[in-house]
């Protein structure tokens, strides 16, 4: 079995021999998505994980599904108490972060992990579902309704993924970035380019000082401020959040509502957003081409919005 590692000589196609230990059920990977997360956890160093947290595929009976990358234990205070994203035992639970991911010919998973898709969704493009989840978990957690003034900072993945779930629930979004690429996907999935102030919601999908800054510029008065991005750095608060008394609201990963698993909801709205995977997905590699896979989405002169890699 062929799977992605993060080596001592870099990323590399890796061989693993066809009877290494495994549990769960088996997913024959049809696409995974390279996510920004993969990127700076590879600037981490060597690890021995396979990588990748963004895939689906095929269970052996022929089910497609996407896969949840997280296995909640199901008994600490917060599974308890229906707030699965906060496991306190989930962090050495992850799929591609801590344990064997999706960049692979093959994959095992908790069988609670592997979702059922629509038939009639292409496995090419349901790699998608895992951001657009993250997506949609921070949208709740800022309570963005029909109506709702939104400004979406950073056109990345996850920042178009939330420009479609808030544009498909009826939100007046628009949206902050750089690179005139990712400004034009912004725009073939609803949202504006000119950028005002008074937003009641103000997602970061950037993670970095300046985001957090424009974000509470932006922000109206008691508005709220939606942290769906990775600080891979510490950032510092000013005096402008408190005068504005906004809510700044972090979320993570993916929960369940009183609709259901957002991770099923998640499949619903790739569904029905159908300009959603041509809009991100720019490029797509062969699984042996992994290392320039992962050359590509690290480059920010290569136009590339996400990359998928295909086995």
Known sequence: MRC?????????????PDDATISGVRVSVASSGICGSDLHMVAFGPSAVTLGH?????????????????????RCAR???GQAQQ????????YGISLDGGLADQAWVDP???????????????????????????????????????????AGPIGLCSVAVACGMGASVDVQGHRPERLAAAERLGAGR?????YDVVLDAAGTQGSLD????????????GILANFWEPVTVGMGLLVKEATLVPSFTYG??????????AVEVLVGTPDLPGAIITHRFALEEATEAFSVASDPTSGAIKVVVEP
């Open 4 to 16: 992605v590692k993060n080596t001592a000589e870099g990323i590399r196609l890796v061989d693993l």
């Open 54 to 74: 963004e895939f689906c595929g095929r269970l052996d009976d022929g089910t497609p599904v996407a896969v949840l990358p997280a296995v909640r234990c199901g």
């Open 79 to 81: 599974c308890r108490a």
């Open 87 to 94: 496991c306190t035992e989930v962090f050495g639970s992850l």
């Open 112 to 154: 609670s992990c592997a979702v059922p898709l629509p038939p009639d969704l292409s496995l090419e493009v349901a790699c998608l579902v895992e951001p657009i989840a993250v997506a949609l978990h921070a949208i709740h957690r800022a309570d963005v309704t029909p109506g709702t003034r939104v400004l979406v900072i950073g």
């Open 194 to 198: 000119t950028v005002n102030a008074d």
């Open 214 to 225: 424009q974000a509470t510029q932006r922000v109206r008065p008691g508005g709220t401020i």
């Open 256 to 265: 369940h509502t009183q609709q259901g698993s957002e991770f099923d909801q």
